[in-house]
Nanobody, 123 residues
Framework: QVQLVESGGGLVQAGGSLRLSCAAS??????MGWFRQAPGKEREFVAA????????YYADSVKGRFTISRDNAKNTVDLQMNSLKPEDTAVYYC??????????????????WGQGTQVTVSS
């Protein structure tokens, strides 16, 4: 079992930055991901990171603007979001794969989810 709690969401103007953090407890030696869901849309992949932090993956829409990182000593996974756009507005969710060596890129392979944090980017 893995418990996840996100923080750091808020309201920011276009071009601004936000840093989301996900605090994990339980079986934390797993691949981790960030997903987002805008109103009326399906939950989509944003970024993922391996347990060691050596492998990272990004959706094309955020590549070059977002950075995922983790601190295994603190059991946290962060998402640094720069150059934010109004289309980045969504509820952002942290997810854990529950498997140490796998870093899935689809939401169906993540059994553990946080409650989500709202990110709103104004134009």
């Amino acid at each position: 079992q893995v418990q996840l709690v996100e923080s750091g969401g808020g309201l920011v103007q276009a071009g601004g930055s936000l840093r989301l953090s996900c605090a994990a407890s339980g079986r934390t030696s797993t691949g981790m991901g960030w997903f987002r869901q805008a109103p009326g849309k399906e939950r989509e992949f944003v970024a993922a990171i391996s347990w060691s932090g050596g492998r990272t993956y990004y959706a094309d829409s955020v590549k070059g603007r977002f950075t995922i990182s983790r601190d295994n000593a603190k059991n946290t996974v962060d998402l640094q979001m720069n150059s934010l756009k109004p289309e980045d507005t969504a509820v952002y969710y942290c997810a854990a794969s529950g498997r140490r060596l796998e870093v899935p890129l689809t939401r169906y392979e993540y059994p553990y989810w946080g409650q989500g944090t709202q990110v709103t980017v104004s134009s």
